[in-house]
C-alpha cells in the first residue's frame, strides 16, 4: 500500500470524532471508549487512544491536560474556557467573552493577535454545592 492515508479518516476515527463532538462533558479516553463501544464493540481502549492523539495532532480536537489528573478531549474547537469542579473533576465550558478584553489587551500590547489562551477556572457544580449544604445543615 503506497498510498498516502494520512489525511484520511478512518471509520473509527470518524466515530471517534463525531461522539467527542457531541457530547459536552469533556471525556477522557475511557470515558469516551465506553460511549463509541456501541457503535464500534470491537475497538480497543489503545485504538481509540491512538485516535484521539492522531486527532489532537491534526487539530481536530483538543486535550485539557490542566484540567485534573486524567487527560480529557474536547471536540469543541470553538475559543472558549474551561471550569473545573473542585469536587468531582466535572468540566465545563464558559463562553469565550468572559474576558472582554484580552484581545485589546494583546492588540495594544504590540499588535498581538491572541491564537490561544490558557486560561482555567475552577469552583464547585451545582452538585456538589448541594452536597456541601447537605453536610453543613445536618451537623
Ligand atoms: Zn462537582
Ligand atoms: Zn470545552
Redesign the pocket.
Known sequence: MGTCVKHRLTRQRRIILETLRGVTCHPTADELYNMVREQLPRVSLGTVYRNLELLTSEGEVRTLDSLGSRKRYDGNMHPHYHIK??????VGDLAKDVVPMIDMTAVQAGGFKVLNLQLDFSG??????K?RESVTSES
Open positions: 469542579c473542585v469536587e468531582c473533576e466535572r464547585l457544580c451545582a452538585e456538589c454545592q452536597k
